[in-house]
């Protein structure tokens, strides 16, 4: 994002990520959802955090607003990979996100459901009391129904 006297302009990557994310393909049976591989282009064209080290409010809300929108985009597409069966080649890449997003209930469920289908269900059901624990510790809830479910029948 680049701003000058006149207002805010996205830059490129911003303006291809909302572009993208989106977007649907049609199939046989009816729309189908984004396709992983432009889901991950779009990711790949973003460039670090938006605006960090501005001082005006309004241009950091804009800038939590699109990195949020990114970060939604990315739990999709790791999604879709997950229902195309590329849980062995998710699993490193969820961790770290959890990591960095380790309250973020979806990224949880999925590293959840990648681990599993890796036919590693110890460390599934650990990422689910370590998120659990983490949530009840830090704001006081359980994990929503679609955790809970995972770890029930993942």
């Known amino acids: 994002m680049t701003v000058s006297s006149g207002g805010v302009f996205h830059t490129p ?68 990979d997950l229902d195309l069966g590329r849980h062995h080649q998710l699993v490193g890449e969820i961790q770290l996100l959890v990591r960095v997003h380790p309250l973020r209930e979806r990224l949880r ?12 269900q110890a460390e599934a059901l650990e990422s689910y009391r370590v998120g659990r624990d983490l949530l009840v510790e830090e704001l006081g809830l359980e994990p929503g129904r679609r955790v809970r479910q995972t770890r029930a029948r993942p």
């Open 109 to 120: 469920g999925q590293l959840m459901l990648a681990l599993y289908r890796s036919a590693r």
């Open 13 to 80: 990557d911003a303006v291809v990520f909302r572009v993208l994310g989106p977007l649907q393909v049609t199939g046989l049976d009816g729309p189908m959802r984004t396709p992983p591989g432009l889901l991950r282009s779009a990711g790949e064209l973003w460039q670090g955090d938006r605006l960090s080290g501005v001082s005006s409010e309004t241009l950091r809300s804009k800038a939590l607003q699109l990195d949020e929108e990114r970060l939604t985009a990315v739990e999709t597409r790791i999604e879709l």
